[in-house]
């Protein structure tokens, strides 16, 4: 079961890397999928269905009381394992086990109250906070900025394969650049001081996937 295990998380790797689907979400999917398996005591999916996925929702919802965005992303990777990497259809009402979320307003920080959080941190911190909200980025997009994404002279930023693996274009606030500039000196010097010791770089991914693994140079904060 084992073996069987790993050829099919290596196939919802590849269906999801052909659909050209974000890093977090190819990780969040493969989670899923492991913890249905170990659910029903490993049995393989192809040998359960609808009856068995309902199970798992609900045992999240009752067990361990995930929320409905949580019970739903764990729904949509099932969906994803059966359609596009089983080839087979769920025989039950997809509707009647998807939850709904609660329509709550969400709590917003005021803009001095998001401006004093921002003046107690430092260092990277500080910076990366910065990004966060000046530009309009969502974490990972910030944690995956690369040196050549900033145009400090135009302030702006590009941000690469952002939500539905599209990219797009963002305002640097002019605030953040002194800053930024200074960051941009210590890493440098960081990645010479690698370079002399013949480290500061590490081999690439396929073009335009798995970014974590580029250059050391090239990412600027991490």
């Known amino acids: 079961m084992k073996h069987r295990s790993k050829r ?39 040998e359960m269905g609808y009856s068995d996925v309902r199970a798992f929702l609900l045992h999240l919802a009752t067990k361990e009381g995930v929320a409905a965005s949580t019970q739903n ?64 980025l969502r974490l990972m997009e910030c944690m995956w900025l690369r040196v050549g994404d900033l145009d400090l002279p135009g302030r702006q930023i590009v941000v690469r394969n952002s939500e539905g693996a599209r990219d797009r274009v963002t305002v640097l606030p002019g605030s953040v650049i002194p800053a930024l500039q200074r960051h941009l000196q210590g890493v440098k010097r960081l ?17 335009g996937y798995g970014r974590r693994s580029e250059m050391i140079y090239t990412h600027l904060l991490v």
């Not at 764990?74 to 939850?99: C, Q, S, T």
């Open 8 to 46: 099919l998380l290596d196939r919802v790797r590849d269906a999801i890397r052909l659909k050209g689907y974000s890093v977090r979400t190819e990780e969040a999917y493969v989670d899923w999928i492991k913890r249905f398996i170990l659910f029903h005591d490993k049995r393989h999916p192809q």
């Open 73 to 136: 992303q764990a729904l949509n990777a099932l969906l994803f394992l059966y359609r596009e990497v089983l080839g087979k259809d769920l025989d039950g009402p997809i509707k009647a086990i998807r939850a709904k979320s609660a329509k709550r307003l969400p709590t917003v920080l005021a803009q001095q109250e998001a401006l004093a959080v921002i003046e107690r941190l430092s260092d990277t911190y500080r910076l990366a906070a910065q990004l966060l909200y000046g530009s309009g």
């Open 191 to 207: 990645h010479d001081q690698d370079l002399a010791k013949g480290l500061g770089c590490i081999d690439l991914p396929p073009a």
